[in-house]
């Protein structure tokens, strides 16, 4: 990985953009927005709506399709410390705020893979928070390109795949103990069960659950939950289901409580996602393994 100096220091002119240009299509007629959701993991592919700052509970990968990122790693000073780049992988609970002219995708990486720790070794530039322009950046550009024009299962299996790069072979890191948990906080993320019941599954104290949860996770139990049943609720609203069901669903204890926890995580309301209209694409875990 390649540091050099801060890019910070010397705000947007801090990095050149990433000499991609020829992967950055014309921006095309205005599409219905990409949903994509497989296992623990989801993509978005659409305008960008202007993001507030906000923390996501997993890894990030971004990255712009039309033009380039204005990403503000400080997002408490965001004039002071913004960048520019095609791509990005932004570590989780790190504060933050973008913007992009066209289109942008968002991958957001399954939280027990080694997965994001392997983008962030292959970013070209490091900084607190983030890694900045992938080394095979071009790759991952025409594949967004080619779910854009073609959105489908195919088309979003192989930005899965991709996803999984090089940690592919690698074991889990998770620790045999949570491994469950996490799966079963994915499938029923609506359970309101305490943190003691959850402690007590895996065999540990309270503050011995908390503490490993989050030194193998990065984030704390509940906002891991918190993003398990915003999956939930974007799956069920994009599908059809009214709001309130969904959140209700999901363990939220209402429309409003689910829309303010919303834009915390992902920096834009819920009503301007589903308002885009958004293609929903469900794809089989089983057959991402077998790819």
Known sequence: ???????????????????????????????????????????????????????????????????????????????????????????????????????????????????????????????????LELDDEAHWLDALAQLRRQPGTAAAQAVLVRSRGRAAGQASRIDARLAPLLDALLQAPGDESGIAPWAARAGLSVSRFQHLFKAQTEVPFRRFRLWARMRQVVQAVAAGQSMTQAALDAGFASSAHLSTAFRDMFGLSLSQLIGSRPQLILIDGAAVQAA
């Not at 949903?35 to 971004?62: D, E, I, K, M």
């Not at 991958?107 to 997965?115: H, K, R, T």
């Open 1 to 131: 990985m390649k540091t050099g100096s801060d890019p910070r220091q010397a705000g947007a002119a801090a990095l050149p953009e990433t000499g991609c240009a020829e992967h950055a299509p014309a921006a095309p007629l205005r599409a219905r927005p990409i949903l994509a959701a497989w296992g623990a993991q989801a993509l978005y592919l659409g305008p960008s709506f202007g993001l507030t700052p906000h923390r996501n509970a997993v890894a990030v990968l971004a990255f712009a399709l039309d033009d380039t990122l204005h990403l503000a790693v400080d997002a408490r000073q965001p004039a002071g410390g913004i960048v520019r780049c095609r791509s990005a992988l932004i570590e989780p609970a790190s504060l933050h705020a973008l913007h992009a002219a066209g289109d942008c995708a968002f991958l957001y990486l399954d939280a027990a893979s080694p997965a994001w720790r392997t983008w962030r070794a292959r970013c070209r530039h490091a900084m607190a928070g983030a890694g």
